[in-house]
Nanobody, 128 residues
Framework: QRQLVESGGGLVQPGGSLRLSCAAS????????IAWFRQAPGKEREGVSC????????YYTDSVKGRFIISRDNAKITVYLQMNSLKPEDTAVYYC?????????????????????WGQGTQVTVSS
């Protein structure tokens, strides 16, 4: 079964850290760029970060630059999103998505059906 499974979400105080994981199965992970998205209640989906399959180049939306770090471990077929200095506005459901064609180009604005696989999401809540 081809799928992505996110984990690592939870409740954290402002200023705290979480590490999200996106584990793949059933497909050749190395060939896919992986993006992280988030969606807060009442808001549109937002592209957070992306890591390119070909050379590991990383991309971040401005609001998380300097705080979040995306990385991948192809041997473990997992992509991570290390989130530091978390703020209440980071509260959202976080999703990962796999893309075999666009290599992160314009990832934040691409429609969902241009990604090959999506995870089910993991809730991140930043609150005191």
């Amino acid at each position: 079964q081809r799928q992505l499974v996110e984990s690592g979400g939870g409740l954290v105080q402002p200023g705290g850290s979480l590490r999200l994981s996106c584990a793949a199965s059933g497909f050749t992970f190395d060939y896919y760029s992986i993006a992280w998205f988030r969606q807060a209640p009442g808001k549109e989906r937002e592209g957070v970060s992306c890591i390119r399959s070909s050379d590991g180049t990383t991309y971040y939306t401005d609001s998380v630059k300097g705080r979040f770090i995306i990385s991948r471990d192809n041997a473990k077929i997992t992509v991570y999103l290390q989130m530091n200095s978390l703020k209440p506005e980071d509260t959202a459901v976080y999703y990962c998505a796999a893309d075999s064609y666009y290599f992160c180009s314009g990832y934040g604005g691409r429609p969902a059906d241009e990604f090959d696989y999506w995870g089910q999401g993991t809730q991140v809540t930043v609150s005191s």
